[in-house]
């Protein structure tokens, strides 16, 4: 069984930035990603990273945040710029991806963290 911790969410005023770290017992080879669930919404996918490394975001990221992964600390990161208030949500961490259905579909990742809370607000 794959356990991922996430770790570096809190509360930030909007324009302001924060960084998400997820450790895994598993392998940092697995493609991995970053989900949110807003209160009253469904789970969505942020960024996901191929086990190449390849990046890939939901269009609503536009340019301000930045997945990426360190193999020698078996660590998930996801550096956020530019908050806004409907970035607020609780963010997950996610491994191993089944295959399908898209890579940034909650439903197509086997291992789940706990999550992380984010909250942008003045």
């Known amino acids: 069984q794959v356990q991922l911790v996430e770790s570096g969410g809190g509360s930030v005023q909007p324009g302001g930035s924060l960084r998400l770290s997820c450790v895994t017992s598993g392998y940092i080879t697995y493609a991995m990603g970053w989900f949110r669930q807003a209160p009253g919404k469904e789970r969505e996918g942020v960024a996901v990273?191929?086990?190449?490394?390849?990046?890939k975001y939901a269009t609503f990221v536009k340019g301000r945040f930045t997945i990426s992964k360190d193999n020698a600390k078996n660590t998930l990161y996801l550096d956020m710029d530019s908050l806004s208030p409907e970035d607020t949500a609780m963010y997950y961490c996610?491994?191993?991806?089944?295959?399908?259905?898209?890579?940034?579909?909650?439903?197509?990742?086997?291992?789940w963290g706990q999550g992380t809370q984010v909250t942008v607000s003045a």
């Open positions: 996610a491994s191993f991806w089944r295959g399908s259905p898209s890579m940034l579909d909650p439903r197509s990742f086997k291992y």
């Open positions: 990273i191929d086990g190449g490394g390849k990046p």
